[in-house]
């Protein structure tokens, strides 16, 4: 049988956000988020993701889980582990939808889970984060992301992706206190077009995270926050936990100069099952 990805993980263009990371009170958490999901997909216009925690994931569908992959239990150096059972992501064209279903989400949730963290996010002059800078400019295309984002068929987890999300608060008065040709030396990117720097410093973003060397990745990054607080939500999706820990781990151990202007708030890694693993649970 094929196995899917869920739909949600590829839909770009969507204008507004949630992330609702939700920690377990009960037993059936993984059979109520599938019944949330199924048959509700879109509903009102909305993309609905759902993921779990590991371990959690594997002890419902161990025949169905891919090895080795884990929750983010330990800390990276500064980045803090913040890992949740489970993560609903819900994407649409508005807020209002969005903040519905929701509420209707946590509402038929509210025996087995309760909200641990919650985060909105919209899009930023098209493409760019809320540094200035074109972001995700080496994400693969859509014909070439699920051969990247999803596990093969025939693997254990077949249709599903490890899912790394964490929330990264930007210091925007330094930032912003530095010139444009100083950013692009913290970025090792132009700024105007996102070209790669030719001398760019060994301490980069761009170097200290180059998908060339640990492997590539398919991000779905967004800006969250208000005015005076603010800064991305990392959603990076890999078929592979070790391509995405190896990145963390050169970002730390480098250091990045990027962490000079931006840190970590959470960190959690998700196990997002195809639409046919979920389906197994939805009753």
């Known amino acids: 049988m094929v196995r899917n990805p869920q739909s949600g993980i590829f839909a770009l263009g969507t204008a507004s956000h ?17 019944a949330l999901r199924e048959p509700r997909t879109t509903m009102g216009g909305v993309n609905l993701v759902a993921g779990f925690r590991p371990e959690l994931w594997r002890a419902a569908a161990p025949d169905d889980a891919p090895a080795g992959v884990t929750g983010f239990d330990t800390p990276v150096g500064t980045m803090p582990a913040t890992q949740h059972d489970a993560v609903l992501w819900l994407s649409g064209s508005a807020y209002d939808v969005i903040f519905e279903v929701s509420r209707m989400a946590i509402r038929e949730l509210a025996g087995v889970a309760t909200v641990a963290e919650e985060t909105s996010s919209w899009p930023y002059m098209h493409d760019r984060d809320l540094t200035g800078f074109i972001d995700g400019t080496e994400n693969p295309s859509l014909v070439e992301a699920p051969g990247i984002a999803v596990i093969g068929e025939g693997a254990p987890g077949a249709g599903g992706t490890v899912l790394l999300l964490q929330k990264w608060v930007h210091e925007a008065g330094a930032w912003e206190a530095l010139s444009d040709a100083e950013q692009e030396r913290v970025i090792g990117r132009r700024k105007s077009d996102s070209e790669e720097l030719a001398d760019k410093p060994a301490d980069s973003h761009v170097a200290s995270t180059d998908q060339d060397r640990f492997g590539k990745i398919f991000r779905r990054n ?50 997002v099952p195809s639409v046919e693993s979920i389906r197994r649970f939805a009753g």
């Open 18 to 34: 949630a992330y609702l990371e939700l920690d377990a009170t009960g037993d059936g958490l993984v059979a109520a988020v599938a």
């Open 222 to 271: 967004m800006p969250y926050g208000t005015v005076t607080d603010h800064g991305t939500m990392f959603v990076g999706f890999c078929a592979d936990q070790t391509i995405l820990a190896a990145m963390l781990e050169s970002m730390v151990e480098t250091p990045d100069a990027l962490m000079r202007y931006t840190h970590p708030l959470t960190g959690a890694y998700y196990f």
